[in-house]
């Protein structure tokens, strides 16, 4: 979403997050059944239906149909496209194209909302680097979502790991968001900038952190359809995305499967070793302006 005037933050129950964490599931779910169906010959309406079916199955309404008028469950960015495509039975993708789905879900009224960049067919040489990038500048981000930081130890976590991975462009125009009952709340987490800044980090908030990275320029352009946005420059993108909470225990990734124990580690490891925050229990033993979506 576009950064906004700050209001309070929000802060869940263990009970709160533990629904949340109901969501986070669905969601990625639902990514995991989109990203397998992306083939060569398949439209993104059919990626829409694929998702939609999945959310409501499980008992779940989709966060992105109706918001603001949106008329999807989720998003569908193709190529140069950042961000908010709209799914079309027009759009048909080919092998070699780089697709980004991201997909929200709520649960008893608290949201999850995670992003994934795939390649269809094989990846094509030379992106395989970009899309590496932008997940592992994530992870580098969810690493610092830890009680007693400052908001800003994310957003240069994630901009440090996408310099150090080349010379790739850090879109500033959309950032992360807090989440909860809404699926965008205060405070907006910026993909850049100096460490120990904003507001500290407590137990009980929970945040979607979302790197975008393009392979030129960062400026982006809103197409006519008042959505979709893409990449001023032509060039390709990636968009990666999880939401996490804040806990006594450290960051727990209630979009990923496995709570972020493995995304995490490879930060440590990444690091030498160096000490990082733990996976809270709960986690390891729950199984598997314009707003970004």
């Given at each position: 979403?576009?950064r906004?005037?700050?209001?309070?933050?929000?802060?869940?129950t263990?009970?709160?997050l533990?629904?949340?964490?109901?969501a986070?599931?669905?969601?990625?779910?639902?990514?995991?059944?989109v990203?397998?169906?992306a083939?060569?010959?398949?439209?993104?309406?059919e990626l829409d239906?694929i998702?939609?079916r999945?959310?409501?199955g499980?008992?779940?309404?989709p966060s992105?149909?109706?918001?603001?008028g949106?008329?999807?469950?989720?998003?569908t960015?193709v190529?140069?496209?950042?961000?908010h495509g709209i799914p079309?039975?027009?759009?048909?993708?080919?092998a070699?194209?780089?697709?980004s789905v991201?997909?929200?879900?709520?649960v008893?009224?608290?949201?999850?909302?995670?992003?994934?960049?795939v390649?269809v067919?094989a990846v094509?040489?030379?992106?395989?680097?970009?899309?590496d990038?932008?997940?592992?500048?994530l992870w580098?981000g969810l690493?610092?979502?830890?009680?007693g930081?400052r908001l800003?130890d994310?957003s240069?976590?994630?901009e440090s790991?996408?310099r150090?991975?080349?010379g790739?462009g850090?879109?500033r125009e959309?950032?992360g968001h807090?989440i909860?009952?809404?699926?965008h709340?205060?405070?907006?987490?910026?993909n850049?900038g100096s460490?120990?800044q904003?507001?500290?980090l407590?137990?009980?908030m929970a945040l979607?952190?979302e790197?975008m990275?393009?392979?030129g320029?960062?400026?982006t352009?809103?197409l006519?359809?008042?959505?979709?946005?893409?990449s001023a420059d032509g060039?390709?993108s990636?968009?990666f995305?999880?939401?996490?909470?804040?806990?006594a225990?450290g960051?727990w990734v209630l979009t990923?499967?496995?709570?972020g124990?493995s995304?995490?580690a490879?930060?440590r490891?990444e690091?030498g070793?160096?000490?990082a925050?733990?996976?809270?229990a709960?986690?390891?033993?729950?199984g598997?302006?314009?707003?970004d979506a």
């Amino acid at each position: 979403m576009r950064r906004t005037r700050a209001r309070p933050i929000e802060i869940k129950t263990p009970a709160q997050l533990a629904i949340m964490r109901e969501a986070g599931l669905v969601v990625a779910a639902a990514l995991l059944a989109v990203a397998s169906a992306a083939e060569p010959g398949i439209s993104t309406a059919e990626l829409d239906a694929i998702a939609e079916r999945e959310i409501r199955g499980a008992g779940a309404v989709p966060s992105f149909q109706g918001y603001l008028g949106f008329p999807a469950c989720i998003c569908t960015s193709v190529n140069e496209q950042i961000v908010h495509g709209i799914p079309s039975p027009d759009v048909i993708l080919t092998a070699g194209d780089l697709l980004s789905v991201d997909c929200g879900a709520i649960v008893g009224g608290w949201h999850g909302d995670a992003a994934v960049t795939v390649a269809v067919g094989a990846v094509p040489p030379g992106l395989a680097g970009l899309l590496d990038a932008c997940e592992r500048a994530l992870w580098h981000g969810l690493a610092q979502a830890a009680a007693g930081r400052r908001l800003t130890d994310i957003s240069h976590a994630v901009e440090s790991s996408a310099r150090a991975s080349g010379g790739y462009g850090v879109v500033r125009e959309y950032v992360g968001h807090g989440i909860g009952t809404k699926m965008h709340m205060d405070p907006p987490v910026p993909n850049y900038g100096s460490p120990g800044q904003g507001p500290m980090l407590t137990e009980g908030m929970a945040l979607a952190v979302e790197p975008m990275l393009v392979l030129g320029r960062p400026q982006t352009r809103l197409l006519d359809d008042g959505w979709t946005v893409v990449s001023a420059d032509g060039s390709l993108s990636a968009h990666f995305e999880h939401t996490v909470a804040i806990t006594a225990d450290g960051p727990w990734v209630l979009t990923a499967p496995d709570g972020g124990t493995s995304g995490l580690a490879a930060v440590r490891g990444e690091a030498g070793g160096e000490a990082a925050p733990q996976v809270p229990a709960e986690a390891r033993s729950s199984g598997g302006g314009a707003y970004d979506a």
